[in-house]
């Protein structure tokens, strides 16, 4: 093969976190905007320039959502499996809750009735709020240990709870979700809108900037000092067949933070956090917001990739039973596979990328009553 195995699992973890960062940074802000939606628009008119801002884009945004969810199924098909049917109530509440989007953006505006409007631009805030809150609470439970273990025929068993998700660390981590997509969400509606809800999304992005810098140190201090990490102490040779039982993990304190003290390169992911953030706070009071976009991309980018880094190699880490977790080394595809997909991916990635950019240069502008008012049977 082109690359040897272990080179192609690393690739790949690199891969489903371009793709998972691609999600935040596209979709992200979509989520953003429909959480702001009944807030920021006082009326009929100005909530249909807040829908429009979004209207051409967001469905081709979540194409990354779906390409992310393909990806682990293909790469990594043992975490797929575990992770969707342990946690298939709170997966299955984010399909739920994005069903609302498509029917809101497409039914909203079709009777003149300011109840059901209403009705649906709540809809919408429920189909951004939802899967905002379950994505981070998804990472705060994987930062803690899922409760999951294999038998001696690596069949998988989830102990836990849909309930048990909701512990107070997790809680945090939806909130550091929460805030920074209305964060970029804000920000965005800044590029796109004026006047009246510009200077509301002003206000708003300065709140949920605030809020993400102050939760994501929060979040940061409680992983180091108050949640054990995994790591690993021995791994089966590299010529052994595959098992995931092979290797020898455990839980001890502050070992999410060992990555950062033998690779220090890795602390620039929490400096982006922070420092994108606090940056996208400045640009955006200044009425920047083309600066500031970028600085909230920033940080959405340093935040996902602290998450990544600090449990690298694990995906899937076991509370239950920590040699049952997974990892980038032995819960992925074949070489074969991996080699497929990754020629497949070098290929097909950069065209989205070119082809995203390209939609968003034609449909960029700002979005005003008056277009609205001009076209208004035929947007959103």
Same mark, same amino acid.
């Given at each position: ?17 371009v ?14 905007v429909?959480?702001?939606?009944p807030?920021? $628009? ?11 801002s979004? #209207?051409p ?9 779906i ?5 682990? /199924?293909a790469?990594w098909p043992?975490?797929?499996?575990t992770?969707?049917? #342990? ?7 984010v399909?739920?809750a994005?069903?609302?989007?498509p029917v ?7 009777i ?7 009705s ?8 951004g709020?939802?899967p905002?809150l379950?994505f981070?609470?998804?990472f ?5 240990g899922?409760?999951f273990?294999?038998?001696e025929?690596?069949r998988s068993?989830?102990t836990?709870? /849909? ?14 979700s929460?805030s920074?997509?209305?964060m ?8 796109r809108t004026?006047?009246?809800?510009y ?7 300065a709140?949920?900037a605030?809020t993400m810098i102050?939760?994501?140190a929060?979040? #940061?201090?409680w992983l $180091?000092?108050?949640?054990d990490g ?38 620039m992911?929490?400096?982006?956090? /922070?420092?994108?953030?606090?940056g ?5 009071a200044r009425d920047?917001? #083309? ?20 449990m /690298? ?25 991996l080699?497929?997909?990754f020629?497949?991916a070098i ?5 989205i990328?070119l ?7 034609i449909m960029?502008?700002?979005v005003?009553?008056?277009q609205i008012?001009?076209?208004k049977?035929?947007?959103?």
């Amino acid at each position: 093969m082109f690359l040897d195995y272990d080179t192609l699992k690393l690739i790949w973890w690199l891969l489903v976190g371009v793709l998972l960062i691609g999600f935040a940074l596209t979709d992200g802000f979509d989520l953003g905007v429909g959480m702001l939606l009944p807030f920021l $628009g006082k009326n009929d008119n100005e909530r249909r320039v807040i829908i429009n801002s979004v #209207g051409p884009t967001w469905e081709g945004n979540q194409v990354w959502l779906i390409t992310a969810g393909g990806a682990i /199924f293909a790469a990594w098909p043992t975490v797929y499996a575990t992770a969707f049917s #342990g946690l298939y109530v709170a997966l299955l509440l984010v399909v739920f809750a994005l069903f609302f989007r498509p029917v809101g953006f497409d039914y909203r505006s079709k009777i003149a009735d300011p109840r059901w409007r209403n009705s649906w631009d709540w809809a919408l805030f429920v189909g951004g709020f939802v899967p905002a809150l379950v994505f981070g609470i998804t990472f705060g439970n994987l930062l803690q240990g899922v409760p999951f273990h294999f038998d001696e025929i690596l069949r998988s068993t989830y102990t836990g709870s /849909f309930f048990d998700l909701l512990n107070p660390f997790a809680l945090l981590a939806g909130l550091v979700s929460l805030s920074m997509l209305v964060m970029h969400g804000a920000i965005y509606l800044q590029l796109r809108t004026e006047e009246a809800v510009y200077q509301r999304a002003k206000r708003a992005a300065a709140i949920a900037a605030l809020t993400m810098i102050t939760s994501f140190a929060l979040a #940061g201090l409680w992983l $180091g000092m108050g949640i054990d990490g995994f790591r690993i102490l021995s791994m089966p040779p590299v010529d052994a067949a595959p098992n995931i039982l092979a290797k020898t993990v455990e839980q001890a304190s502050g070992a999410w933070l060992s990555n950062y003290a033998s690779y220090p390169w890795m602390l620039m992911a929490p400096l982006f956090g /922070f420092s994108g953030a606090a940056g996208a706070l400045w640009l955006s009071a200044r009425d920047q917001p #083309g600066l500031a976009f970028i600085s909230s991309g920033l940080s959405l980018t340093g935040v996902i990739l602290t998450a990544g880094f600090s449990m /690298f190699p694990f995906i899937l880490p076991s509370s239950t039973d920590p040699n049952s977790s997974l990892t980038a080394w032995d819960a992925t595809s074949s070489h074969l596979t991996l080699s497929w997909m990754f020629f497949a991916a070098i290929f097909f990635l950069p065209l989205i990328i070119l082809y995203t950019s390209w939609v968003y240069r034609i449909m960029g502008g700002k979005v005003t009553e008056k277009q609205i008012q001009q076209k208004k049977h035929s947007v959103y």
